[in-house]
């Protein structure tokens, strides 16, 4: 493992352009439950996840009672838990190799905003966060204090609109059979196609389409010139992007070899030692 560390220090410090993707496995180290998991927030109760497969076409077909129905009762457990944590040392790390310059952005399914508090700067949240509200027509974003909901709601004029083309506000989390919002969907591709490193942190990356970004990367080769001994030129056609992964087991990705390699661990243990490994490479 620790000659893994060493590995990914000098691949980062070499590269031009690295980024990091991040799911679950990293925010589960900040006690996130997750959903599907043996404690998970839906195997505990699956009433909860029926609804959210219908939230969706229910907020379309319905903004008002929808928001009416999201605002009356108490506040679901899992939003005052979101609320609640903390960034992990996993978290710092990436946002220290930002700080260094090295790391250009994360590409985040996380809805927690774990590390925007932790000090990342270029954050692209794949799946949306649960503490910003967006517009379904616009796009645009707002922090949730723009709204006053309980005062909308009082004066019934729910459900709140966007104060730049009127259309209806909805949270910002991508619900199922929501198509990732355009502009977040498009800037990770581009970050796909230009990074020559690729970070993977606690995700197996299995969930489509956020699933294609390491597979973009894969396919990229760079052609290099050079001659053979006998003379003959070549065009030599090499992978474009090393790709590191960091995850408690193998995954897809290993399997597929779509990652170079595999630093087994969890993310808060193994990042903050690559970043120990960066500095003394930099000396
Ligand atoms: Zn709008």
């Given at each position: 493992?620790?000659?893994?560390?060493?590995?990914?220090?000098?691949?980062?410090?070499?590269?031009?352009?690295?980024?990091?993707?991040?799911?679950?496995?990293?925010?589960?180290?900040?006690?996130?439950?997750?959903?599907?998991?043996?404690?998970?927030?839906?195997?505990?109760?699956?009433?909860?996840?029926?609804?959210?497969?219908?939230?969706?076409?229910?907020?379309?077909?319905?903004?008002?009672?929808?928001?009416?129905?999201?605002?009356?009762?108490?506040?679901?457990?899992?939003?005052?838990?979101?609320?609640?944590?903390?960034?992990?040392?996993?978290?710092?790390?990436?946002?220290?190799?930002?700080?260094?310059?090295?790391?250009?952005?994360?590409?985040?399914?996380?809805?927690?905003?774990?590390?925007?508090?932790?000090?990342?700067?270029?954050?692209?949240?794949?799946?949306?966060?649960?503490?910003?509200?967006?517009?379904?027509?616009?796009?645009?974003?707002?922090?949730?204090?723009?709204?006053?909901?309980?005062?909308?709601?009082?004066?019934?004029?729910?459900?709140?609109?966007?104060?730049?083309?009127?259309?209806?506000?909805?949270?910002?989390?991508?619900?199922?059979?929501?198509?990732?919002?355009?502009?977040?969907?498009?800037?990770s591709l581009e970050e796909a196609w230009k990074c020559d490193l690729m970070l993977i942190c606690g995700t197996s990356a299995v969930v489509y389409p956020f699933a294609e970004l390491p597979r973009v990367a894969r396919q990229r080769r760079t052609e290099t010139e050079g001659k053979t001994e006998t003379g003959i030129y070549m065009v030599e056609k090499i992978p474009a992007v090393t790709i590191i992964?960091?995850?408690?087991?193998?995954?897809?990705?290993?399997?597929?070899?779509?990652?170079?390699?595999?630093?087994?661990?969890?993310?808060?243990?193994?990042?903050?030692?690559?970043?120990?490994?960066?500095?003394?490479?930099?000396?």
């Amino acid at each position: 493992m620790e000659e893994l560390v060493v590995r990914a220090a000098r691949d980062l410090v070499n590269s031009r352009y690295a980024i990091a993707l991040t799911g679950a496995g990293i925010s589960t180290e900040s006690r996130i439950p997750d959903f599907r998991g043996p404690s998970g927030i839906w195997t505990k109760d699956p009433e909860a996840e029926r609804r959210a497969y219908l939230a969706y076409q229910s907020l379309l077909e319905d903004p008002k009672r929808w928001w009416e129905e999201s605002l009356s009762g108490p506040r679901p457990r899992f939003i005052e838990d979101l609320e609640k944590a903390m960034p992990n040392p996993g978290h710092y790390a990436l946002a220290e190799l930002e700080t260094m310059g090295i790391l250009k952005s994360v590409l985040t399914q996380n809805v927690d905003g774990l590390h925007e508090k932790a000090g990342s700067k270029n954050v692209l949240e794949y799946h949306g966060s649960m503490f910003k509200l967006r517009c379904i027509s616009c796009g645009s974003r707002f922090a949730q204090d723009e709204f006053d909901l309980e005062k909308l709601r009082v004066k019934d004029k729910l459900p709140p609109r966007c104060p730049k083309c009127t259309g209806v506000i909805k949270s910002d989390g991508v619900f199922f059979g929501e198509p990732i919002p355009s502009d977040v969907s498009h800037l990770s591709l581009e970050e796909a196609w230009k990074c020559d490193l690729m970070l993977i942190c606690g995700t197996s990356a299995v969930v489509y389409p956020f699933a294609e970004l390491p597979r973009v990367a894969r396919q990229r080769r760079t052609e290099t010139e050079g001659k053979t001994e006998t003379g003959i030129y070549m065009v030599e056609k090499i992978p474009a992007v090393t790709i590191i992964e960091v995850n408690a087991e193998p995954t897809p990705l290993t399997e597929e070899r779509i990652s170079d390699y595999l630093i087994r661990g969890k993310t808060g243990e193994i990042l903050p030692k690559i970043v120990e490994e960066v500095k003394k490479i930099r000396q």
